[in-house]
Protein backbone atom coordinates (compact mmCIF):
# COMPACT_ATOMS: atom_id res chain seq x y z
CA UNK A 1 0.00 0.00 0.00
CA UNK A 2 1.77 3.23 -0.78
CA UNK A 3 0.76 4.87 2.23
CA UNK A 4 2.86 1.65 4.07
CA UNK A 5 5.71 2.90 1.95
CA UNK A 6 5.45 6.90 2.48
CA UNK A 7 5.48 6.28 6.41
CA UNK A 8 9.53 4.42 5.79
CA UNK A 9 10.02 6.96 2.93
CA UNK A 10 9.53 9.71 5.67
CA UNK A 11 12.03 7.77 7.86
CA UNK A 12 14.68 7.77 5.53
CA UNK A 13 14.56 11.26 4.27
CA UNK A 14 13.05 13.68 7.80
CA UNK A 15 13.28 11.90 10.38
CA UNK A 16 17.40 9.81 9.79
CA UNK A 17 18.57 13.28 8.99
CA UNK A 18 16.61 14.52 12.28
CA UNK A 19 18.56 11.93 14.40
CA UNK A 20 21.80 12.37 12.87
CA UNK A 21 21.85 16.13 13.26
CA UNK A 22 21.03 15.47 16.97
CA UNK A 23 23.66 13.10 17.39
CA UNK A 24 25.97 15.15 15.88
CA UNK A 25 24.71 18.38 18.30
CA UNK A 26 25.32 16.73 21.40
CA UNK A 27 28.78 14.42 20.10
CA UNK A 28 27.36 11.11 21.64
CA UNK A 29 27.34 7.38 19.55
CA UNK A 30 24.24 6.16 18.24
CA UNK A 31 24.11 2.40 16.90
CA UNK A 32 21.74 1.52 13.85
CA UNK A 33 20.33 -1.30 13.08
CA UNK A 34 19.38 -0.98 9.88
CA UNK A 35 17.79 -4.26 7.25
CA UNK A 36 19.83 -4.76 4.49
CA UNK A 37 16.59 -4.01 2.69
CA UNK A 38 16.52 -0.50 3.48
CA UNK A 39 20.38 -0.34 2.89
CA UNK A 40 20.11 -1.30 -0.58
CA UNK A 41 16.93 1.14 -1.05
CA UNK A 42 18.37 3.90 0.65
CA UNK A 43 21.59 3.79 -0.02
CA UNK A 44 22.59 7.35 0.64
CA UNK A 45 20.90 8.30 3.74
CA UNK A 46 22.34 5.02 5.10
CA UNK A 47 25.96 5.82 3.45
CA UNK A 48 25.44 9.14 5.39
CA UNK A 49 24.57 7.46 8.74
CA UNK A 50 28.17 5.31 8.52
CA UNK A 51 30.00 8.08 6.91
CA UNK A 52 28.92 10.37 9.96
CA UNK A 53 30.60 8.08 12.15
CA UNK A 54 27.61 6.14 13.45
CA UNK A 55 27.88 2.12 13.80
CA UNK A 56 25.42 0.29 11.50
CA UNK A 57 24.30 -3.52 13.14
CA UNK A 58 22.35 -6.56 11.68
CA UNK A 59 18.51 -6.45 11.88
CA UNK A 60 18.02 -8.95 9.15
CA UNK A 61 17.29 -8.28 5.32
CA UNK A 62 13.70 -8.19 4.67
CA UNK A 63 12.85 -7.58 8.33
CA UNK A 64 10.79 -10.79 8.54
CA UNK A 65 10.32 -12.45 12.03
CA UNK A 66 12.77 -15.44 12.03
CA UNK A 67 10.29 -17.88 13.32
CA UNK A 68 8.00 -17.41 10.13
CA UNK A 69 10.96 -19.15 8.37
CA UNK A 70 10.24 -22.68 7.03
CA UNK A 71 13.30 -24.02 6.93
CA UNK A 72 16.92 -23.11 9.00
CA UNK A 73 18.32 -22.66 5.47
CA UNK A 74 15.44 -20.08 4.10
CA UNK A 75 15.94 -18.04 7.58
CA UNK A 76 20.12 -18.01 6.56
CA UNK A 77 19.59 -16.80 3.16
CA UNK A 78 18.26 -14.07 4.53
CA UNK A 79 20.87 -13.21 7.55
CA UNK A 80 23.98 -13.89 5.02
CA UNK A 81 21.61 -11.56 2.59
CA UNK A 82 21.89 -8.32 5.17
CA UNK A 83 25.63 -9.43 6.13
CA UNK A 84 26.57 -8.63 2.51
CA UNK A 85 24.53 -5.34 2.15
CA UNK A 86 25.99 -4.30 5.38
CA UNK A 87 29.88 -5.16 3.94
CA UNK A 88 28.79 -3.77 0.80
CA UNK A 89 28.30 -0.78 2.55
CA UNK A 90 30.49 -0.46 5.56
CA UNK A 91 33.71 -2.46 4.31
CA UNK A 92 33.47 -5.03 7.73
CA UNK A 93 31.11 -7.57 8.91
CA UNK A 94 28.41 -6.60 11.40
CA UNK A 95 29.59 -7.68 15.08
CA UNK A 96 26.05 -7.47 16.62
CA UNK A 97 22.37 -8.59 15.97
CA UNK A 98 19.09 -7.08 16.50
CA UNK A 99 15.89 -8.95 14.90
CA UNK A 100 13.10 -8.06 13.68
CA UNK A 101 10.30 -7.60 15.92
CA UNK A 102 12.84 -9.23 19.11
CA UNK A 103 11.59 -13.16 17.48
CA UNK A 104 13.64 -16.07 17.18
CA UNK A 105 13.23 -19.10 15.99
CA UNK A 106 14.76 -22.24 17.12
CA UNK A 107 17.44 -21.50 14.57
CA UNK A 108 17.91 -18.36 15.30
CA UNK A 109 21.29 -18.87 17.59
CA UNK A 110 23.03 -21.47 15.77
CA UNK A 111 22.86 -19.13 12.75
CA UNK A 112 24.78 -16.32 14.73
CA UNK A 113 27.05 -18.78 16.29
CA UNK A 114 27.61 -20.05 12.90
CA UNK A 115 28.02 -16.32 11.02
CA UNK A 116 30.44 -14.90 13.57
CA UNK A 117 27.65 -12.92 15.75
CA UNK A 118 29.67 -11.40 18.84
CA UNK A 119 26.53 -9.94 21.07
CA UNK A 120 22.59 -10.00 20.02
CA UNK A 121 19.92 -6.82 21.10
CA UNK A 122 16.82 -8.97 21.03
CA UNK A 123 15.70 -10.03 24.30
CA UNK A 124 14.41 -9.28 27.46
CA UNK A 125 15.68 -11.06 30.78
CA UNK A 126 16.89 -8.43 32.22
CA UNK A 127 16.20 -4.71 32.08
CA UNK A 128 19.34 -2.96 32.70
CA UNK A 129 22.27 -5.64 32.90
CA UNK A 130 23.86 -7.29 30.00
CA UNK A 131 24.44 -10.67 30.39
CA UNK A 132 25.24 -14.02 28.12
CA UNK A 133 22.50 -15.32 25.60
CA UNK A 134 20.95 -18.50 27.07
CA UNK A 135 20.36 -21.65 23.94
CA UNK A 136 19.10 -25.19 23.96
CA UNK A 137 16.34 -23.93 26.38
CA UNK A 138 13.17 -26.08 25.78
CA UNK A 139 9.73 -24.65 26.65
CA UNK A 140 7.49 -28.12 27.00
CA UNK A 141 3.74 -27.35 27.33
CA UNK A 142 3.23 -30.28 29.63
CA UNK A 143 6.18 -29.43 31.92
CA UNK A 144 8.39 -26.95 33.22
CA UNK A 145 10.21 -23.98 31.13
CA UNK A 146 14.35 -25.04 31.10
CA UNK A 147 16.33 -21.62 30.53
CA UNK A 148 19.05 -24.01 29.25
CA UNK A 149 22.79 -22.67 29.24
CA UNK A 150 24.65 -19.56 28.63
CA UNK A 151 26.62 -18.79 25.29
CA UNK A 152 29.17 -17.15 23.97
CA UNK A 153 27.14 -14.16 22.78
CA UNK A 154 26.33 -11.06 24.99
CA UNK A 155 23.15 -9.78 25.46
CA UNK A 156 22.42 -6.03 25.80
CA UNK A 157 18.45 -6.58 26.73
CA UNK A 158 15.66 -4.70 25.16
CA UNK A 159 12.31 -3.89 26.59
CA UNK A 160 8.59 -2.90 25.20
CA UNK A 161 8.98 -0.01 27.92
CA UNK A 162 11.56 1.44 25.79
CA UNK A 163 10.62 1.32 22.50
CA UNK A 164 8.97 4.28 20.65
CA UNK A 165 6.72 1.88 18.37
CA UNK A 166 3.88 -0.19 19.95
CA UNK A 167 3.26 3.09 21.97
CA UNK A 168 3.61 5.96 19.16
CA UNK A 169 2.23 3.93 15.50
CA UNK A 170 -0.52 2.75 14.10
CA UNK A 171 -0.38 -0.80 12.65
CA UNK A 172 -1.94 -1.69 9.79
CA UNK A 173 -3.03 -5.18 10.66
CA UNK A 174 -6.28 -7.06 11.27
CA UNK A 175 -7.17 -5.98 13.84
CA UNK A 176 -5.80 -2.24 12.98
CA UNK A 177 -3.91 -1.60 16.29
CA UNK A 178 -3.93 2.72 17.42
CA UNK A 179 -0.44 3.23 18.88
CA UNK A 180 -1.27 7.11 19.78
CA UNK A 181 -0.31 6.82 23.60
CA UNK A 182 0.14 10.32 25.94
CA UNK A 183 3.29 11.45 24.41
CA UNK A 184 3.73 13.05 28.39
CA UNK A 185 3.52 9.63 29.45
CA UNK A 186 5.35 7.83 27.53
CA UNK A 187 8.62 10.02 28.18
CA UNK A 188 8.30 10.45 31.53
CA UNK A 189 8.31 6.40 31.19
CA UNK A 190 11.44 7.28 29.87
CA UNK A 191 12.81 9.43 32.09
CA UNK A 192 11.50 7.42 35.59
CA UNK A 193 13.32 4.33 34.17
CA UNK A 194 16.42 6.14 33.53
CA UNK A 195 16.21 7.57 36.97
CA UNK A 196 15.97 4.36 38.54
CA UNK A 197 18.33 2.56 36.80
CA UNK A 198 20.75 5.33 37.60
CA UNK A 199 20.20 5.38 41.33
CA UNK A 200 20.04 1.54 41.77
CA UNK A 201 21.72 -0.59 39.19
CA UNK A 202 25.55 -0.01 39.21
CA UNK A 203 27.16 0.26 35.42
CA UNK A 204 23.30 0.09 33.86
CA UNK A 205 23.01 0.11 30.68
CA UNK A 206 19.79 2.14 29.36
CA UNK A 207 18.65 1.02 25.90
CA UNK A 208 15.98 3.08 24.07
CA UNK A 209 14.65 1.47 20.54
CA UNK A 210 14.21 4.39 18.31
CA UNK A 211 12.54 4.59 14.78
CA UNK A 212 13.32 7.63 12.86
CA UNK A 213 9.99 7.16 11.45
CA UNK A 214 8.60 7.36 14.50
CA UNK A 215 10.81 9.99 16.73
CA UNK A 216 11.53 11.94 14.11
CA UNK A 217 8.84 13.89 13.96
CA UNK A 218 9.86 17.26 14.81
CA UNK A 219 7.82 18.35 18.13
CA UNK A 220 9.07 14.38 19.21
CA UNK A 221 12.87 15.14 18.32
CA UNK A 222 12.65 18.41 20.77
CA UNK A 223 11.39 16.22 23.38
CA UNK A 224 14.24 13.09 22.73
CA UNK A 225 16.84 16.18 23.15
CA UNK A 226 15.54 17.17 26.58
CA UNK A 227 15.87 13.51 27.72
CA UNK A 228 19.33 13.34 25.94
CA UNK A 229 20.35 16.82 28.05
CA UNK A 230 18.69 15.21 31.85
CA UNK A 231 20.70 12.04 31.04
CA UNK A 232 24.23 14.41 30.30
CA UNK A 233 23.65 16.48 33.56
CA UNK A 234 25.01 13.41 35.23
CA UNK A 235 28.61 13.43 35.47
CA UNK A 236 29.19 9.44 35.96
CA UNK A 237 26.53 8.87 32.70
CA UNK A 238 28.32 7.86 29.47
CA UNK A 239 26.65 7.48 26.02
CA UNK A 240 28.64 4.65 24.38
CA UNK A 241 27.77 2.61 20.91
CA UNK A 242 26.52 -1.23 21.90
CA UNK A 243 29.64 -2.74 20.49
CA UNK A 244 31.48 -0.62 23.01
CA UNK A 245 29.72 -2.39 25.72
CA UNK A 246 29.16 -5.63 24.44
CA UNK A 247 32.80 -5.31 24.24
CA UNK A 248 33.66 -4.51 27.76
CA UNK A 249 31.15 -6.88 28.98
CA UNK A 250 32.90 -9.63 27.44
CA UNK A 251 36.35 -8.36 28.93
CA UNK A 252 34.98 -8.17 32.15
CA UNK A 253 33.31 -11.37 32.61
Given at each position: ???R????????N??????????D??????????????????????A??????????????????????????????????A?????DL????PT???S??W????????????????W?????A????????Y???????D?????GE????????????RDD????????????????????????R???????????V?????I???????????H?????????E??????D?????????????????
Amino acid sequence: MPTRHSRGVYGANVGAPRLLDLHDKHDIPATWFIPGHTIDSFPEISAEVWDRGYDIQHHGWSHTGPATYDTKEDEMADVERAIDSIVDLTGRKPTGYRSPAWDYSANTLDILDEVGIEWDSSKMASDFEPHWLYGNWSAPEDGPYDRGEPTDIVELPVSWQRDDWPALTFTWARPHRMGYVSEDSLFQRYYDQFDWMHENVDDGVFILTLHPQVIGQAHRISRLEELIEHMKSHDDVEFEEMDTVATEFRENN
